[in-house]
T-cell receptor, first 112, second 115 residues
């Protein structure tokens, strides 16, 4: 069973703080990982992709990957109210399965 | 350039009716995907097209669901004898190629409500 798990939240952080979103996945062979942001009533929008162990930074966003622990996270620095959304972790399961599997998402609320 | 478009944005139908949902992918994207998203859940894979052919339809829940992409561009998801449990947002996505490196871009979705 290919699974991606996330804490559903809501995760509530004050404006300016660091928000930390976590995701675990079931397949040790997975190589590609994505974070999508989804505002209420809108479609998912890709914000980060990561393929190698370690950190990948893009502006206020940092994705962290640990394949040995089957764990991927997203850090949002200097959180803004406009970051309030659901963050979906997605994992590409290869090895013949070849699908992008999404977690249920973590709802983030940034309060002023 | 234009993104993925889907029509209609909302569809309300009665139990037992037939519905068609349309997706127009990004120009040049050969891979096209249909997902279904229920409230509080992530998108759930339904079917994937590479060109005109359905390369993987393992996510279709039953034989009431069918999808086509006759010219390798626009795709239509067809649902026969709709049931209340089919109510969800149906998302279409496209990418240059079906791989872990192929970023999937989503359309705005069609919200289907079966009364």
């Amino acid at each position: 069973q290919k699974e991606v798990e996330q804490n559903s939240g809501p995760l509530s952080v004050p404006e300016g703080a660091i928000a930390s979103l976590n995701c675990t996945y079931s397949d040790r062979g997975s190589q590609s990982f994505f974070w999508y942001r989804q505002y209420s009533g809108k479609s998912p929008e890709l914000i980060m992709s990561i393929y190698s162990n370690g950190d990948k930074e893009d502006g206020r966003f940092t994705a962290q990957l640990n394949k040995a622990s089957q764990y991927v996270s997203l850090l949002i620095r200097d959180s803004q109210p406009s970051d309030s959304a659901t963050y979906l972790c997605a994992v590409w399961f290869s090895g013949g399965y070849n699908k992008l599997i999404f977690g249920a998402g973590t709802r983030l609320a940034v309060h002023p | 350039g234009a993104g993925v478009s889907q029509t209609p944005s909302n569809k309300v139908t009665e139990k037992g009716k037939y519905v068609e949902l349309r997706c127009d992918p990004i120009s040049g994207h050969t891979a096209l995907y249909w997902y279904r998203q229920s409230l509080g859940q992530g998108p759930e894979f339904l079917i994937y097209f590479q060109g005109t052919g359905a390369a993987d339809d393992s996510g279709l829940p039953n034989d009431r669901f069918f999808a086509v992409r006759p010219e390798g561009s626009v795709s239509t998801l067809k649902i026969q004898r709709t049931e209340r449990g089919d109510s969800a947002v149906y998302l279409c996505a496209s990418s240059l190629r079906n791989s872990g490196e192929g970023t999937q871009y989503f359309g705005p979705g069609t919200r289907l409500t079966v009364l």
